[in-house]
């Protein structure tokens, strides 16, 4: 399937035959830290060749605690979203819970994000597409992924030709999540599908009510991604994954991004 990321408005280097990359901090923090990712990532990407949209959610709805952190600011998030697609002419996305949301988000973003536990709400995905913009479908942890057939038919039904299926690991017991490959090209005669790597390597249902991680496997569930011909990559990234507000215990060191990068384009250029 042709992979349509390279639609999104403002996206670049589409003419490198390149995975897209999808990445930013977890949640928006903050606007001077939210341009200091975009312009690091964007000097890398550039560098490569490599289509790229900044990633930050505006609220974080999904939280194992009450007083785990949310959010700085709906609109203040938005604001600071629709700021770094203006500074640096490039899209950008954020995830959605509620149907109201959509059109909300739809007024500072170019990509809409249906989170993983929300998948078969099917009003919200309705809402997203009708709002026009490109929407990003994030697999169930436990849906197969025969199954994301009919959270894309929903969009297309809705008058929305415009999506992809983000991949973001399965549930393996109660505390872990596994990868499993052979659902990349399974998906792919859906939509194109990005794999969601940091997600991936969540350890969830911690008796802290934190959500652990392994983000020593991000290079190899990357590497494995690429070679089996995933579309995209999505990976949350911070200056200090340790001091981040929101899935710090998965998230890479923006000082090891361009290293993993340079690898993925490698293997990129071989299997095509």
């Known amino acids: 399937m042709k992979n349509s990321l390279y ?11 390149n995975f897209v990359l999808i ?3 977890c949640i928006i923090e903050g606007e001077q830290m939210a ?6 990532v964007i000097e890398i990407t550039d560098k490569l060749g490599i289509p790229y949209i900044f990633k930050g959610s505006f609220k974080k709805a999904n939280r194992s605690r009450v ?8 609109e203040k998030s938005l604001e600071i979203l629709k700021k770094v697609g203006e500074t640096y002419n490039i899209p950008t996305t954020t995830d959605i819970h509620e149907n109201e949301h ?24 309705v809402a997203a597409a009708k709002t026009g913009k490109y929407i990003t479908l994030k697999k169930g ?8 057939q009919f959270a894309a038919q929903k969009i297309k039904d809705s008058g929305n030709e415009n999506y992809a299926i983000i991949d973001r690991g399965s549930s393996f017991g109660y505390h872990d999540l596994i990868v499993d490959y052979r659902g990349i090209p399974t998906m792919k005669q859906y939509a194109p599908v990005v794999l969601d790597v940091t997600h991936s390597l969540q350890q969830p249902n911690q008796t802290s009510g934190v959500t652990g991680g392994r983000p020593d496997m991000i290079e190899t569930i990357a590497k494995a991604g ?12 911070h200056p200090q994954p340790s001091k981040a507000l929101s899935d710090g215990a998965n998230m890479l060191n923006i000082n090891l991004l ?14 095509l």
Do not use: C, W
């Open 102 to 125: 959509a059109a909300l988000a739809a007024k500072y973003v170019d990509v809409l994000q249906i989170p993983a536990f929300l998948i078969r709400q099917t009003d919200l995905l």
């Open 67 to 74: 007083d785990s952190f949310t959010s700085i600011g709906e």
């Open 35 to 40: 341009l200091d990712i975009a312009g690091k």
């Open 7 to 17: 639609h999104i408005p403002k996206i670049k280097n589409t003419d490198k035959n």
């Open 226 to 237: 690429i070679a089996v011909g995933a579309d995209g990559i999505f990976i949350e990234t």
């Open 258 to 271: 361009e290293d993993l990068l340079e690898k993925l384009v490698k293997i990129r250029k071989a299997i």
């Open 141 to 148: 942890q436990f849906l197969s992924p025969e199954a994301m």
């Open 23 to 25: 990445a930013g901090p």
